[in-house]
């Protein structure tokens, strides 16, 4: 079973090592201040006080022997790298790295790590997009050109059969989900998974449609 | 045009800030220091060094008239808690609060705030999925009952067609698409959304499911 090393224990590398050790693997967790070593000691396999600049420290700490190593320095770039360099030498498979900007971010990925994570990032652009575009319920970018969006049922298909509604030939985009609105006497709503072309679309409800970013632009500019 | 409030300049908060600037929305970016006040200056409406635990300060600066604020700031629980206890106060419709742990998480919520975001715990989880089940490629909860999930095509599928591989009277789930495999002289792997059912799926192409949580946990079990 693999083997893990969480170097810098914040909230994203505490969450991490946490995550991986509750799913019962070996993970062996680092960081320079003792306070947040002891607050994970009893949840990790091992949990060592080290400042990761130190490689024999870190050799003292097994770390050569992992699989994977995540590393969340954060505020010190400088250490950061440092630390991913160190890693690479022992030869550690697979390392992957939180960003604190982009700078940070493309010099990582130059260094060669294959996993660069911009939690704070990501997370403002969700929010963002969310108070700019409130119509789109949920955005899921299935590669770069065809993504997955739910919306309100907007009101010319309101009332019709997806059948009638005849999106794919119209607008170039397949309805994958529907999500009935919250009917009197239910909890919550109700989904309806890959639909019958029968099922009737209704004000309230949302729609999950599948499409090419360009028709799916389209498509927005006419709802 | 709504107008925002950015509470708090680190890396979420400044983000959020320049994002709906770039969309053309007024944007007042307050934090208490004034390194991160002038680095962020040019690209918003407003930007004012202030301790937004100062209800008259937030006042001068014209918080009260924004539709929406964000409150970033991290590290102290009790000032995060208390700006959006006089967010709530000033009349503000909208405020989206960022979290540093479960305990500040809940709390927010029980103050009614209705959009809190765990950037570091979120991304912590992603990335600790993907390290446990690295077969799942991407994995979408579509709702608390369905999912869509990417992985490589199964073995017992590889060489037939949709029609003939016949997932949804077997396993109850849908394939919405197929990634076809990078073919020699192409550069990137072509995608094709919601494939016809003699679409021939091939061993290295990777397929996107659909289907309830209980279905797609069946189906791993066999692949
Ligand atoms: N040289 C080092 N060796 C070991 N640990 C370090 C070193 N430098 C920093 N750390 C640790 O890294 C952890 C994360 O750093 P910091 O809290 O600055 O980052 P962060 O990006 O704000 O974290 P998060 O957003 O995940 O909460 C801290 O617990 C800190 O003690
Ligand atoms: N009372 C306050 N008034 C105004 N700004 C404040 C106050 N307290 C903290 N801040 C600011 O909030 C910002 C975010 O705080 P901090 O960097 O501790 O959080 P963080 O959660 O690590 O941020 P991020 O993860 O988004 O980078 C800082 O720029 C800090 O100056």
Tied chains: 1, 2.
Excluded at 39 to 55: F, K, M, R
Excluded at 168 to 174: C, D, E, F, M
Excluded at 176 to 186: E, F, L, Q, S, Y
């Amino acid at each position: 079973k693999k083997q893990f090393a969480v170097i810098g224990l914040g909230r994203f590398g505490s969450e991490v090592a946490r995550i991986l050790s509750e799913n019962k693997y070996s993970v062996i967790a680092v960081d320079r201040s003792e306070s947040k070593v002891k607050a994970i000691a009893d949840q990790v396999s091992l949990a060592v006080q080290l400042d990761a600049t130190d490689e024999k420290a870190l050799r003292e700490a097994g770390i050569q022997n992992v699989d994977v190593a995540i590393v969340s320095i954060g505020e010190n770039i400088e250490a950061s790298i440092l630390v991913v360099m160190i890693l690479k030498d022992l030869g550690i498979k697979k390392i992957i790295a939180k960003a604190i900007s982009e700078l940070h971010g493309r010099v990582l990925t130059q260094l060669g790590i294959r996993r660069v994570v911009h939690p704070e990032r990501d997370m403002a652009q969700k929010v963002a997009l969310n108070l700019i575009r409130p119509e789109i319920l949920e955005l899921i970018e299935l590669s770069p050109e065809f993504s997955i969006v739910e919306l309100p049922a907007p009101e010319f298909i309101q009332g019709k059969k997806i059948l009638e509604a005849n999106m794919r030939a119209l607008h170039g985009i397949t309805i994958i989900a529907v999500k009935h609105a919250n009917d009197t006497g239910r909890a919550s709503p109700s989904w309806n998974i890959n639909p019958y072309p029968s099922t009737v679309i209704n004000k309230g409800d949302s729609i999950v449609i599948l499409g090419s970013n360009r028709d799916l632009e389209k498509f927005r500019k006419i709802t």
